[in-house]
């Protein structure tokens, strides 16, 4: 162990749960002022490190010291979250470092260039409007959470993957319970194996035919180069069905939300919808919903300035904090569709950077453009004040938002 410089309240309880629905709780601005890498401890008891700066939190991105295996005993826990050796799954490109991370990302990652997202825009265009079709025919005030922002990002996975949208209440049911990190240990493991063997069924399915979508693209594509990976092809489709729809449909919901807050942003989108891109951009860093998505563990000592996070530490990146840090964004509490947010830590950075940005990108692009073009008169349907957020998740999102026009 290295020498670690603590102070006085190196271990206070470190808040989750945000009190204002799109900044970080006030410690964690207080930690990136005063004490920028610092040990805390979690709601569950252990001690873990954060790291609230832009800079600080790049390198723990992306420095091969720390390591993004969630399954090793040191990894930050939340809640009593699955411990080493429990999760039915082998293990996910999410958890992996190199050269076995490499190895797994580069399978997929021609799946999910620009240009390959690009490509499904036209597809992703007419699942909108047919799902605001719907809503518009359908009663009014509506919940758009149900009305869009969760079938659209779940259809479109799903047609990429492969898998059966009729299924959907199914999966969504236990993916949501998965990143909820109030309920039990043994109720995710649950969750998680219900969803395993669902996959299982559907790739062996793939196995003995084969479809034209990522799954059994990828079957044939091993098939070639040797046997089929059974178990990776699991972790894969798993690992990309729960990250390609919560986190996409909470930024929908967020999104929409803040865009109805805020008259003048809504009014400059609606006069040129170029901006829509760098709205979505800063939407992204506004909310950075996946922070707690994010964990590793130091592999050795690593300094940062006069402290040190010593070898065996769980370290959490508190990205929201980062992305308010005014030495990476000017000004960085205000909203501003019009400044440059792109260089953001919402997706992650280093090697484990979202594989799926650009297909969120484009997604939230199609659905913001969409929905206030053909909905002018879009507004809530209830006081702000008793709209309900995601305290509870580790990637955060709104439950409801009932909208009326
Ligand atoms: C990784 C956020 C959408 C697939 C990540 C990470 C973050 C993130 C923060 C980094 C985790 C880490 O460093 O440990 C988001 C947000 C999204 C989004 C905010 C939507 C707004 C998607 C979509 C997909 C996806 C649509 C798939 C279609 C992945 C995968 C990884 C990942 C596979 C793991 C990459 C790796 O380990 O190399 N995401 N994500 N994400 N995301 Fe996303």
């Known amino acids: 162990m290295g020498t670690t410089m603590t102070t006085a309240d ?50 723990v991105l992306s420095d091969p010291r720390f390591s993004a295996d969630r399954r090793n005993p040191n990894a930050p826990k939340l809640n009593g979250e699955m411990g080493a050796g429990e999760s039915p799954l082998p293990k996910m490109m999410l958890e992996m470092d190199p050269p076995e991370h490499g190895h797994a990302r580069r399978a997929v990652i021609g799946e999910f260039t620009v240009r390959r997202m690009a490509a499904l825009k036209p ?33 479109v996975i799903c047609e990429l993957l492969g898998v059966p949208y009729e299924e959907h209440d199914f999966f969504q049911t236990h993916s949501a319970q998965l990143l909820n990190h109030t309920i039990t240990a043994e109720e995710r493991q649950h969750s998680a194996l219900e969803l395993v063997i669902y996959l299982d069924k559907l790739i062996k399915a ?21 046997e089929v990976d059974h178990g990776g092809l699991l972790s894969l489709a798993f690992l990309l069905l729960i990250a390609g729809h919560e986190t996409t449909a909470n930024m929908i919901s ?45 592999l050795e000592d690593v300094e940062f300035g006069d402290t040190v996070i010593p070898a065996g530490s769980g370290v959490l990146t508190l990205a929201n904090a980062g992305n ?9 509490e205000a909203f501003d ?47 702000a004040e008793e709209l309900a957020f995601k305290d509870e998740a580790s990637v955060y999102g709104m439950h409801e938002l009932p909208v009326t026009w």
């Open 337 to 383: 569709i019009e400044r440059d947010a792109r260089s953001h830590l919402a997706f992650g950075f280093g090697p484990h950077q979202c594989l799926g940005q650009s297909l969120a990108r484009v997604e939230l692009e199609i659905v913001f453009s969409t929905l206030f073009r053909r909905i002018p008169s879009l507004r809530l349907a209830v006081p």
């Open 324 to 332: 308010r840090d005014p030495e990476a964004f000017e000004d960085p």
């Open 254 to 298: 967020l999104g929409t939300y803040m865009l109805l807050q805020h008259p003048e942003s809504l009014e400059a989108l609606r006069a040129d919808p170029d901006k829509t891109a760098g709205a979505v951009e800063e939407l992204l860093r506004h909310f950075t919903i996946a922070e707690f998505a994010i964990m590793r563990v130091a």
């Open 123 to 155: 597809r992703i265009q007419q699942i909108v409007d047919e799902h605001l079709d719907a809503m518009l025919a359908g009663p009014n005030p509506v919940d758009l959470v149900q009305a869009l922002a969760l079938p659209v990002p779940s259809l």
């Open 10 to 59: 190196s271990t206070e309880t470190l808040q989750i749960a945000r009190t204002c629905p799109y900044a970080p709780p006030e410690q964690h601005l207080r930690l990136l002022r005063e004490q920028p890498v610092a040990e805390v401890t979690l709601p569950g008891g252990s001690n873990a490190w954060v790291a609230t700066r832009y800079q600080d939190i790049r390198k």
């Open 206 to 226: 793939k196995e003995e035919n084969p479809t034209d979508d990522l799954l059994g693209r990828q079957v044939r594509k091993q098939r070639e180069n040797g």
